[in-house]
């Protein structure tokens, strides 16, 4: 079976994307990181497949994406349809939120996504 998680060659590209993350990616890895958010461990530009997505906790398998400006671009809407089909035919459940939200709406967001992680705790149970 091919590795699908962390693949070698996508080294260099993660530690780039870790090393310039966006504002609201920052926004929001503040509230995720260190297991804050009800003990689950996310992780940052995880590698799935040929993908690197935004934050990925591997033991409820969310996935959740930050999508700036030009992903409501038909091109980027169109890839991001492809990149989520993928990730759900593995198993992984994709949320997204819009930097906007993460900006002026960051309780929600944090809200909604807890309980969605919530419901994905209760149902691995």
Not at 100 to 112: A, R, S
């Amino acid at each position: 079976m091919a590795k699908v998680f962390n693949k070698k060659e996508q080294i260099p590209i993660r530690k780039r994307l870790r090393n310039n993350i966006t504002k609201s990616e920052m926004i929001l890895w503040k509230y995720l990181k260190g297991s804050q958010m009800n003990g689950w461990k996310f992780r940052r530009q995880q590698g799935i497949g040929n993908y690197i997505v935004d934050f990925y906790c591997p033991d409820l398998k969310i996935v959740v994406e930050v999508d700036g400006l030009t992903h409501s671009e038909e091109v980027v809407f169109e890839k991001d349809e492809v990149r989520q089909e993928y990730l759900e035919n593995l198993g992984l459940k994709v949320v997204r939120y819009n930097s906007q939200d993460i900006f002026y709406k960051i309780n929600d967001v944090l809200e909604g996504l807890y309980n969605i992680c919530l419901e994905l705790s209760k149902a691995n149970v």
